[in-house]
């Protein structure tokens, strides 16, 4: 990945995996969404048939969308193919970069099991990011994307994207007004005194029945 | 889109090229099947080939700007199964050669019949040619046209309009240069390519109105809700993962202000239609000489200059849904 001029004016480089920021509503009532946003490796990828090469692909076996860089020709026009603004050209490389999913890591034997996992889902510190298999109906992803409401983003292109959004997790109470204050408290003030008033108020006999 | 100069060359460049050589056999046709008094002017479509296949050629070079690494250029012609910009890879040099056979065939003064219809008109080999260049023409046109209209995303060019334009622009400005080809070479054939180049640049101007109609009224498919999954309609963009910009901010804007887009709008609306049409209806009234080809010359010019612009505006009038992740650096 390329970073240019980075101690520079105008810096610039290429990015797997961007964290945008998003304010939604209008002061005070607002709220902030940061955003992850990498390649979510479409079950229809638009990019891999316009590639003139074949240097862009999508593995059989896991569906990994890929590009070889020693095919690229740099083109950009999987870039135009793209909705979602994944793939980027390299400045220095000359060819287009997206993420890999970290494709050398989740295969990599040396590593332990439980480590071979994307570099970002590993290092995220609230583990927001999962993964797994979105095929495997009883995956942790899987189970998160049915039990959570997970959803894809642009899902009016028919893009089918792998990778999936969980909505934002809120705790949230209910409360009606009539549950801040008892109406029927007989220990309030305008209770006890009509209850104190003789002949007034509840007897044992409203209470029970013999 | 951002519009890269590089493209823009390209397209204008090759759709010149073909539109020069459909004029040349157009031409070639009127004659040979009798529509018109027939001249024997194989000059002019040597030259005439050779010019197209120039203007192919630079077009070509042109293209090679547009890469990473053109040295791997030879590579782009394997996805031709699904890929419009591998088959226009494929096509274009096909097309240059056939057109450079077809001048090569009137070079050698290959025009013996070889064969005869049954209304008694005698078959060449340059008529072979040029038919199989003319098929290998429009399949380039279709081929380029469809790289910019198969892209669903871009909704602005995701319709059949684009593909009529691009071979409806190439055939205009190609007429117009042969115009003013055969004014040079004091052909007879100046006010029939003139005529041709009218009709031409007539029905190219109301299909590239009916597409600019067209994109006006486009309501874009995607918005930020869709792009984020958060539905509200007060969504706004606080930071987009750099500060400096980046290939996403690059390839997809124009960068450009709306006035200059406009401006942009109405110099290829009158460089590209409206003044070749007033030249080309003055070159109508002029008999012959010099002056009819400084005129058609002068409307082959702003013709070409004008599509130049039309291409800059065709790309900075497609909004990438992309854009929508990358609306301010906050």
Known sequence: ?210 | MHPAFSVLFLTTLIGAGQGLFLALFTGQIFQQFKLMPEQHEPDFYVIGSAVSVALLLIGLFASFFHLGRPERAWRSAAQWRTSWLSREVIALPITMFAIAAYGAAHYFGLTHALFFTPGGTGIDATLLLGLFATIATYALFVCTGMIYGCIRFLQEWHTPLTVINFILLGTASGFTIATALSAWMGTELTHFYASWAIFFTLTAFVFRIASMIRNRKIKPKSDMNSAIGVRHSGVQQKAQGSMCGSFNTREYFHGKKATFVTTIKYIFIFLAFLTPLVLLIMSLGISSGESIFVVSLFAAIAQYLGLLAERWYFFADARHPQNLYYQQVS
């Open chain 1, 1 to 210: 990945m390329v970073d240019k001029n980075p101690y520079d004016a105008n810096p610039t480089g290429t990015f797997f995996n961007r964290v945008q920021t998003f304010e939604i509503g209008t002061y005070p009532k607002t709220e902030t969404v940061h955003f992850p946003k990498s390649c979510l490796h479409c079950e229809e990828p638009p990019c891999v048939p316009v590639c003139p090469t074949g240097a862009s692909y999508k593995r059989e076996e896991d569906g990994i969308v890929l590009v070889d860089y020693d095919k690229c020709i740099g083109c950009k026009y999987c870039s135009w193919a793209c909705p979602y603004g994944a793939r980027e050209l390299d400045e220095q490389q000359k060819v287009m970069k997206k993420c890999t999913l970290c494709v050398d890591r989740i295969y990599d034997e040396s590593l332990p099991e439980e480590e071979r996992k994307p570099a970002c889902v590993m290092s995220c510190p609230t583990s927001a990011r999962l993964f797994g298999d979105v095929h495997d109906e009883d995956s942790e992803v899987s189970i998160a994307i049915r039990e959570n409401g997970g959803y894809q983003l642009m899902p009016e292109w028919g893009t089918k994207p792998a990778n999936h959004y969980l909505p934002r997790r809120k705790t949230r109470i209910k409360i009606h007004e009539d549950e801040l204050e008892r109406v029927d408290n007989p220990l309030s003030k305008e209770e006890r005194k009509r209850h104190n008033a003789p002949g007034e108020g509840p007897s044992l006999d409203d209470m029970t029945s013999w």
